[in-house]
């Protein structure tokens, strides 16, 4: 059996899908020019698409994926490097929120993007839970100021080094810095076992946050939030986080009330060139 389909007619045997494949499960064949699966496909296949999608020709195809179901690159989208840049360097937390709820299919448009993001072995490990309504956001970061008031009393020391007693003054005193007051909140979890959960969720959680400002939307990660969520049963029970499951990202997401004309100034590269 082989992992891949060819179609001679359109196939230019330019090798490009062999040389691209990560695994280097593609070879081409000898005799007849055109490119073969190996044998041991099955183990190493990534499933990452890469062949499919870099063919200039359109030929070739997997056995659950064809050039018809990936989107084409339109080049006209593309982005100069200086709107690249400034929209990069651009980018804020947003820590206060419009009383503005985002659609649902906008909270949706938000994950399918995060779903595009690198995975280490293409292993795509995210889960997700969307916390729609904002009073729901409300208690729920009220639950993390519970928390940190539990380990005040238990270890005033460290919570002090961890910045609780400023968080709770500011709840005592009507600001929520938990969640700022956002309207929705993303929660990344994934498998507590994978080496990779923490750096693939930040990767989708960026994702996120970029194309959240590209739509007008305002994200800031909630990192009070997903370190309590791990850290105290009553909130990863009430989340119906899985007992296996780690969260490894928050995300508030809402509507800016105010929009950042000046890019602040963040430090150098600290860099030694070899
Ligand atoms: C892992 C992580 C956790 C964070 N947690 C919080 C948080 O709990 N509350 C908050 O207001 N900002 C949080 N931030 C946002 C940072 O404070 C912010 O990225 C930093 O001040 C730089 O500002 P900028 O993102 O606008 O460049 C977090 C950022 C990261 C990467």
Redesign the pocket.
């Known amino acids: 059996m082989n992992l891949i389909t060819v179609d001679r007619e359109k196939c230019n045997q330019d090798g490009i899908c062999a040389d691209e494949c990560p695994a280097r499960i593609i070879r081409m064949d000898e005799k007849e020019g055109y490119s073969i699966s190996t044998p041991d496909f099955e183990d190493f296949c990534l499933k990452c698409g890469h062949c499919v999608s870099v063919c200039p020709t359109e030929a070739l195809r997997l056995d659950w994926l064809g050039p018809e179901t990936c989107p084409t690159i339109e080049k006209e989208l593309g982005m100069k490097p200086e709107q690249a840049e400034q929209f990069l360097r651009g980018?804020?937390?947003i820590?206060t929120f419009k009383e503005k709820t985002a659609p649902r299919e906008v909270l949706e448009k938000l994950l399918e993007i995060a779903c595009s993001a690198p995975s280490a072995k293409n292993l795509q490990p995210w889960h997700w839970i969307v916390v729609q309504e904002p009073a729901e956001v409300r208690r729920l970061a009220a639950m993390v100021v519970d928390a940190m008031r539990m380990f005040l009393r238990a270890s005033p020391e460290e919570a002090g080094t961890r910045g609780f007693p400023r968080v709770v003054a500011s709840w005592d005193e009507g600001y929520d810095?938990?969640c700022?007051g956002a309207p929705h909140l993303i929660v990344v979890h994934a498998d507590k076992n994978w080496a990779f959960g923490a750096e693939d969720s930040?990767l989708a959680l960026s994702l996120i946050d970029l194309y959240a400002t590209s739509i007008g939307l305002g994200a800031?990660?909630?990192?009070?939030?997903y370190k309590t969520v791990n850290a105290y049963p009553p909130l990863s029970e009430d989340l119906g986080l899985p007992a296996d499951h780690l969260a490894f990202?928050a995300m508030m997401i809402g509507y800016p009330k105010f929009n950042y004309p000046r890019i602040?100034v963040r430090n150098r590269p600290r860099v030694v060139w070899k």
């Open positions: 980018r804020r937390s820590r810095r938990i700022r930040a800031c990660w909630a990192g009070y939030f990202g602040p």
